[in-house]
């Protein structure tokens, strides 16, 4: 099974350039989420969504935006990139009341 | 707000050593609390949770974690570290009553030294 695919894996990308980080599951996990990782900082929440339809800000949601149009896809959008969103990015599903299943990662540098 | 501490950044053990690595939480709610595994480069797996029932979970790898209620701690334990446990490991906790959503730790390097 593939579990959490992301894409892609690695870009560099210009400042004031937008780019959509693309996160599918094919687990019906109903709860998706969105994580950025920085050194010394661990995971932080940026967006997450409880069921399709539905989304929330996290922990630092400034700068991007979410959709769930259904169970399987979460985007992520970077509407005008900046260099401190050059991080890793992880996505994440799980069922209710269950452990999280991660991607693979994203790594985006910003210039 | 909730939080959690790995107040470790860096431990070395030798080959063959046990480990502990330390995790602390502040939660207003009853917790559900998990240990993952990062490998550089790689996504993150997870060595074991706590949902409730016994204190001392048992994960894979021959990790083990207890929850201590009393100290709001849930530190991770192995008794002879292997050179491959070389990774980063976090701590995260969530809760039903926030929505399920992890908190993680800032995470610990584990280094094994042959």
């Known amino acids: 099974t593939a579990g959490i695919t992301q894409a892609p894996t690695s870009q560099i990308l210009a400042a004031g350039r937008s780019m959509t980080l693309r996160c599918t599951q094919d687990?019906?996990?109903?709860?998706m989420y969105w994580y950025r990782q920085d050194l010394g900082l661990g995971l932080r929440l940026i967006h997450y969504?409880?069921?399709?339809?539905?989304?929330g800000k996290g922990e630092v949601p400034d700068g991007y935006s979410v959709s769930r149009a259904n169970t399987d896809d979460f985007p992520l959008t970077l509407a005008s990139a900046v260099p401190s969103q050059t991080s890793v990015y992880f996505c994440?599903?799980?069922?209710?009341?269950?452990?999280?299943?991660f991607g693979q990662g994203t790594r985006l540098t910003v210039v | 707000a909730q939080s959690v501490t790995q107040p470790d950044i860096h431990i070395t053990v030798s080959e063959g050593a046990s480990l502990e690595l330390r995790c602390n939480y502040s939660?207003?709610?009853?917790?559900?609390l998990f240990w993952y595994v990062q490998s550089p480069g790689q996504g993150l797996q997870l060595l074991l949770k706590?949902?409730?029932?016994?204190?001392l979970v048992q994960g894979i790898k021959g990790f083990e974690a207890e929850f201590k209620r009393s100290q709001s701690s849930f530190n991770l334990r192995k008794p002879s570290v292997h050179w491959s446990d070389a990774a980063e490991y976090f701590c995260?906790?969530?809760?039903?009553?926030?929505?399920?959503?992890?908190?993680f730790g800032a995470g610990t390097i584990l280094r094994v030294k042959s």
């Open positions: 706590y949902f409730s029932g016994d204190t």
């Open positions: 969504s409880n069921t399709a339809g539905t989304t």
């Open positions: 995260a906790v969530g809760a039903k009553e926030y929505g399920n959503k992890l908190v």
């Open positions: 687990m019906r996990h109903n709860a």
């Open positions: 939660y207003g709610a009853t917790p559900y």
């Open positions: 994440a599903s799980t069922l209710s009341n269950t452990e999280a299943f």
